[in-house]
């Protein structure tokens, strides 16, 4: 089974820097993805980690333990239009590979 | 233009009326799957497939049924819809199912009523 939590909602300011935190627990851990997925679009795909350690990407940066069952994603220099819904995804090899997705994180970015 | 396409982009419905949603790749991709999103419970696996004639049940499979006779094609299919069916429906592919990256289709709102 998974259980994937991270935060409903988050404000950050504009220019600023804000850190998504996401938690999992999964029996056959192959990878942790996040995605951006603004309102009625489909979502973006943001990073991958599979491997621990933190994996840099322009203003974002996404990091992984794998022992601690524990992910962030990192926005800097925070711009209106990263006002979004973050989505933190976990693919389980013993369910097909399946991304099982958390309920995802709904950014609000304030002037 | 490497792409997912879904349709109907939009579609109202009645309750029973049986329904299809059709999914198409162009990049040759051999994982697709099924999502469904609703408010407050986010993304939820509905079938994927791993290759063609190889298609498996994910987290909420009841009520649907999908074929993947091609490569291309992953059509979703609704054969007596109800209202609890009523959703926002992505179709997404990957090259294999160990690919790092996923690219969701536009999306399909239904309604049924």
């Known amino acids: 089974g998974q259980n994937i939590d991270q935060p409903t909602e988050m404000t950050a300011t504009e220019g600023a820097i804000v850190q998504i935190n996401c938690t999992y627990q999964?029996?056959?851990?192959?990878?942790l993805f996040w995605y951006q997925q603004h309102a009625g679009e489909a979502p973006t795909f943001l990073s991958y980690n599979v491997l621990d350690g933190l994996e840099e990407k322009g203003r974002f940066s996404s990091f992984l333990s794998r022992s601690k069952g524990y992910s962030y994603l990192l926005l800097k220099e925070l711009q209106m239009k990263d006002s979004a819904s973050y989505l933190c995804?976990?693919?389980?090899?013993?369910?097909?590979?399946?991304?099982?997705f958390g309920k995802g994180t709904s950014l609000l970015v304030t002037p | 233009e490497a792409q997912v396409t879904q349709n109907p982009r939009y579609l109202i419905t009645v309750t029973g009326k049986k329904l299809t949603v059709t999914c198409s790749q162009n990049m040759n991709h051999e994982y697709m799957s099924w999502y469904r999103q609703d408010p407050g419970l986010g993304l939820r696996q509905i079938y994927y497939?791993?290759?063609?004639?190889?298609?498996d049940k994910g987290d909420v499979p009841e009520g649907y049924k999908v074929s993947r006779k091609e490569k291309r094609n992953f059509p979703l299919i609704l054969e007596s819809p109800s209202p609890n069916q009523t959703s926002l429906y992505f179709c997404?592919?990957?090259?294999?199912?160990?690919?790092?990256?996923?690219?969701f289709g536009p999306g399909t709102r239904l309604t049924v009523t």
């Open positions: 999964t029996s056959g851990f192959n990878g």
């Open positions: 995804a976990v693919r389980d090899s013993d369910s097909g590979y399946a991304l099982n």
């Open positions: 997404a592919s990957s090259g294999q199912a160990t690919a790092y990256e996923q690219y």
């Open positions: 497939s791993m290759n063609v004639e190889v298609t």
